[in-house]
């Protein structure tokens, strides 16, 4: 079902770009939420953590061409959302894990769907082309 952010037609398809030109415009949650799970990598980190990953290297270790930089920028973009929670135990050495939040397990679905339209839609060559300039 789809929420009040995107507005549908009886019809049942979308009001899209002539709702966009009427003046209506995006709705800014909508376009806050597209922007954080949109942004380069945060996809692949939200999956990595939704198929049980939890420490730092088994993240990595599932996105192989993600730099330890950007794996660290993300997930404190994900924390600083309250997406992801990050738990430090003192320990010898120091064990940090990462877990998803309610509203972090909550984008499951979006990431499921995501990943059908993937399966159904991306052609072979467009995902080499992609890989190659990572």
């Not at 930089?69 to 320990?91: G, Q």
């Amino acid at each position: 079902m789809l929420h009040t952010h995107v507005k549908v037609l009886t019809s049942g398809k979308f009001l899209g770009m002539d709702a966009l030109r009427l003046g209506e415009g995006l709705c800014p949650s909508y376009h806050a939420a597209v922007e954080l799970v949109g942004r380069r990598w945060s996809g692949a980190v939200l999956y990595a953590l939704l198929s049980g990953a939890t420490r730092f290297v088994e993240i990595r270790e599932l996105i192989p061409r993600l730099s330890d930089k950007m794996l660290s920028a993300r997930l404190k973009e994900l924390e600083d959302e309250s997406i992801v929670v990050r738990t430090v135990y003192p320990e010898t050495p120091v064990r940090i894990e990462y877990r998803l939040t309610d509203k972090g397990r909550d984008l499951e679905r979006v990431v499921a769907a995501i990943s059908d339209w993937a399966d159904r839609w991306t052609d072979e060559s467009a995902i080499a082309a992609h890989s190659e300039s990572a």
